[in-house]
């Protein structure tokens, strides 16, 4: 069975500080890893997209990477701002087409 | 393209009853997935269509029940609703183990 866990539970950073979230999943059979972003009460915004047969993705700030065979990923925020912070969840696609999603980052950027 | 659309917004239902929750996927998007989600916590995957069949099932009972149109719009039925039911409910749509797109979900408060 999957299981998909994320470091730290919650950060606290001032603003402009660069960050790392942590997500380790422990089955190496991947389709793809996604990153996304939730605000309070709100539904999942897809953030980066990484294929199994790929190393990292990059988007604006955003660069996320994946390392299948030690089953690591992680999500950098370059220059963080105050409108990052949400939670930040990690999920891989595994048979099925089916997302096991870890329990999430919650991020505050201060300004 | 309005991307995924869920309805309703928010919902409350006393213990026993029953609910509908409804959703629209992306265009061009053939298989849709349902979640929950817990105050807290990461969505858990409850079960995924395609062609108008049942492909995949999480470990949720079959209380939850639902179904596919031809439109590929998807309906999530839950019966004799308990407390533990109340929880945001995601919908996420696809095609094929490509990037998974989520709607803004429908709270659900079970009295």
């Known amino acids: 069975k999957q299981e998909v866990t994320q470091i730290p539970a919650a950060l606290s950073v001032p603003e402009g500080e660069n960050l790392v979230l942590n997500c380790s999943f422990t089955?190496?059979?991947?389709?793809?890893l996604q990153w996304f972003r939730q605000d309070p009460g709100k539904g999942l915004t897809s953030l980066l997209l990484?294929?199994?047969?790929?190393r990292e993705q990059t988007s604006g700030r955003l660069n996320a990477s994946l390392d299948k065979s030690s089953g690591r990923s992680t999500l950098y925020i370059a220059a963080s701002q105050p409108g990052d912070s949400a939670t930040y969840l990690c999920?891989?696609?595994?048979?099925?087409?089916?997302?096991?999603f870890g329990g999430g980052t919650r991020l505050m950027v201060k300004p | 393209d309005a991307g995924v659309t869920q309805s309703p917004t928010h919902l409350i239902k006393t213990r026993g009853q029953q609910v509908t929750l409804r959703c629209s996927p992306k265009?061009?998007?053939?298989?849709v997935s349902w979640y929950q989600q817990a105050l807290g916590q990461g969505p858990q995957f409850i079960f995924q269509?395609?062609?108008?069949?049942?492909?995949q099932r999480g470990n949720f009972p079959d209380r939850f029940s639902g179904h596919q149109f031809p439109n590929y719009s998807s309906e999530l039925n839950v019966n004799a609703l308990l407390l533990g039911d109340s929880a945001l409910y995601l919908c996420?749509?696809?095609?094929?183990?490509?990037?998974?797109?989520f709607g803004p979900g429908t709270r659900l408060t079970v009295l």
């Open positions: 996420a749509s696809s095609s094929s183990y490509n990037e998974q797109f």
């Open positions: 089955d190496s059979a991947i389709y793809n």
């Open positions: 990484i294929q199994s047969s790929q």
């Open positions: 999920a891989v696609c595994g048979a099925g087409n089916m997302l096991t």
């Open positions: 265009s061009g998007h053939d298989t």
């Open positions: 269509y395609y062609e108008e069949e049942e492909r």
